[in-house]
């Protein structure tokens, strides 16, 4: 990679690295192919959910023929033949307070391509606790939200949004949308892992496509969160 | 005094406004009344239940980016300069 600070070092680095996408939707599908065309040595795909006729007008790793199909078995197949030099571990699990430990611990980074904040907030808390940097992403309609949580470094998830917004029966979403905002995460996860750039720490970058603004609000910790504040630890 | 109030996304098509600069509030409370009376009823909706009159739970509120219930909830007071952040968090993936 000859973009000024990445060279074969950062590129050596993309290769060891192990990234684990939790999710392979909307969200997942852009981060995981900007992921593995990077060079990322080692992704681990999670998922427990198999492709729909709906779900591709924003899950661009699953085809017209893979309606059925594991979407981690979908996903990996196009993974592994974007990059062959990549190993992509495929999870057909469901994230639970019981493996969540199990699934994220030791990795490099994990990306967050969930659709609900349940399993975010499990995610947030492991990764808090383990040490791993964790990219959140949420999209809706022509919005959409990122943040990267680095556990010792900032805010935590749940400093900038500490209650579950109410769950919604379907979340219409323009398929540019989780476009915009997947690439976004595994161009965080890239920098973290080179050591490039200035991570999207103690900011939440807010997306609208409608009037297509960029903007940021800026999110303290709080010695007092239970998930990363000095009384939850 | 002055407090900042910044709309994020579905706020800033309520208000049509990226921020408001307003003066006279002293606790977010009394900001939220002053901006449902400066920008009405589609901001109001998007703020309030329409039974309850409580806050919607898609409304979240950051104040010098810190979360209401670390503070004092809808009583926090607001300090001059203060800059309170007004976004509905998405949820899909």
Redesign the interface.
């Known amino acids: 990679m000859i973009i000024n600070g990445f060279g074969k070092t950062g590129q050596r680095k993309l290769k060891a690295a192990h990234v684990v996408v939790a ?1 392979i ?4 599908s852009p981060a995981s192919s900007y992921l593995a065309t990077a060079g990322v040595g080692h992704l681990t795909i999670i998922d427990s959910q198999r492709a729909k006729l709906s779900n591709l007008n924003r899950q661009m790793l699953h085809w017209g023929p893979d309606v059925g199909r594991l979407k981690v078995e979908s996903a990996t197949e196009k993974l592994t033949t974007m990059n062959s030099n990549i190993k992509v571990d495929a999870i057909f699990e469901q994230i639970t307070s019981e493996n969540v430990n199990r699934l994220t611990k030791g990795v490099d980074v994990v990306v ?6 349940h399993t975010r907030y499990l995610l947030n808390e492991a990764c808090v606790r383990n040490r791993v940097p964790f990219i959140h ?5 022509l ?3 990122l943040m990267t949580i680095l556990p010792g470094g900032g ?1 935590c998830l749940k ?10 029966p379907l ?1 219409p ?1 323009l398929g540019a949308t ?1 476009g915009v905002i997947g690439c976004l995460q595994a161009m965080e996860a890239i920098k973290l892992i080179t050591g490039v750039g200035k991570p999207l720490v ?1 900011r939440m970058l ?1 997306f ?1 496509g ?2 297509m603004t960029f ?1 940021e ?4 910790q ?1 010695p ?2 239970q998930v990363c504040g000095r009384q939850g630890r | 005094m002055a407090v900042t109030a ?1 709309f ?3 706020f ?2 309520a208000t049509e406004k ?1 921020q408001a600069s307003i003066e006279g509030v002293n606790d977010v409370t009394s900001l939220l009344d002053e901006l449902v009376s400066r920008f009405g009823k589609k901001l109001a909706e998007r703020l309030y239940s329409s039974d309850t009159r409580e806050l919607r ?2 409304v ?1 509120i ?1 104040v ?4 209401l ?2 503070l004092q909830g809808l009583n926090t007071p607001l300090k001059d300069g203060a ?1 309170v ?1 007004i ?7």
Do not use: H, W
């Open positions: 999710g939707g909307g969200l997942g967050d391509g969930m659709d609900n904040y992403g949420a999209v809706e309609g919005v959409g939200q805010p400093c900038a949004i500490p209650k579950e917004p109410p769950k919604k979340f979403v989780p103690g807010i609208n409608m009037d903007d609000i800026k999110v303290n709080d007092s969160c | 910044k994020f996304a579905g800033r098509e990226k739970k898609t979240n950051l010098n980016g810190r979360r219930d670390f800059l952040a976004f509905p968090p998405v949820a899909g993936g």
